[in-house]
């Protein structure tokens, strides 16, 4: 009899954003006529810059002749795009990444899923709260939880991201192994020092730790003293594997190309704790599991790095930021006190009741759709996140909308 992985019933209802693309869909059958506006799952909505566009067209053209056609590529990216990648993303900002430390993917989410097969079964586990679901739900997954218990899995240990330490959490007193963290912050739009990173860095090394750090926005830090990579922070090259994204950084969330940095100082050690090289792990499990990211698609990822490519996600991301500040100022207008926008895509608004009832009232009454604080786990509770990402008209629509159902609270 074929039986079904166990861990699966442990998990919580459906992910996060089929349950809001669930409401959503029942409230546009149950009003047709009405114009939703989304602000809810962090979609970009500006079409792809001009020089992506230009160089997937010339790539399709290769592949529709003999001469040029390319078929499978190397798993870990073509050498093009990883040598980009080391010298824009790194090299450029004075931090030492080589272009074989970079593996391209189909996703950050699918990168930070995948990753947790590489760590035994009983590493112990630290997520902040509140979190992207994935982290949490891949672990439930593969076994390494228990049951949920007052909302939180047995098991892990979960790190508050509140008011109290502005939603960036210090290192638990405990010993784990496995940490994420994410940075700018998905849900929270909140940033970490250099000074707060070099604290997970350090407990790393004294615990002999993995930091697996998700730097998927980091191309909204306009400001310059805040870190981009946890490569920045001295020795983190030892302990951390980070993961990036084109999708928020050049509107790719469709067209789908990411990367891992996988350094290959970086390690976990084995059961008589012998340092194993996760470099030569993640090769191979990426290279028996993975069959590359398409040609087309890497040449248009390689195309962000163009003086053209920058200029115009420069362009599109600062408007996006625009339609942050926008709601930052309109929502702190209305008495809410929020977090994030200013370096960061998300806003973290302080609801003061339950989030999904606050998520409720702003879909049936304003016909705006965001995200429920809840749905990222208990300190999201009493918060929802509202995304910049979408049109400049439409989010001066929500804002005014949302301002005539809250205004006379
Ligand atoms: C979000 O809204 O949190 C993100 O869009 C989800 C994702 O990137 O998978």
Known sequence: MIRVNPHYSKLQASYLFSAIAKRMAEFQASHPDSDLIKLGIGDVTHALPAACTEAMHKAVDEMGCDATFRGYGPEQGY???????????????????????VFVSDGAKCDTANIQELFAQDARIA?????????VDTNVMAGRTGEVQDERYDGLVYLDS???NHYVPTPPAQPVDLIYLCFPNNPTGATATHAQLKTWVDYAHEHQALILFDAAYEAFVRDDSLPRSIYEIEGADEVAIEFRSFSKTAGFTGTRCAYTVVPKACRAYDAEGNPQELHALWNRRHTTKFNGVSYPVQRAAEAVFSAAGQAQ???????????????????????YALVGGENSPYI?????????DFFD????????????????GSCGQGYIRISAFNDRSKVEEAMQRIAAVLGNR
């Open 361 to 376: 009232r702003l879909l049936n009454d304003a016909a705006v759709v965001t995200t429920p604080g809840a749905g990222f």
């Open 313 to 335: 996600i420069t362009t599109v991301n600062d408007g996006y930021l625009g339609n942050a500040a926008l709601i930052r100022e309109k929502i702190s207008a209305l008495g």
């Open 348 to 356: 973290w608004i302080k609801t003061g009741i339950d989030s999904w």
């Open 79 to 101: 050498d093009f795009l990883r040598e980009a990648i080391a010298l824009n993303d790194f090299a450029a900002r004075g931090i030492a990444v080589q272009a074989d430390e």
């Open 162 to 164: 509140t008011e109290d």
């Open 127 to 135: 997520v902040p709260d509140p979190v992207y679901p994935v982290y």
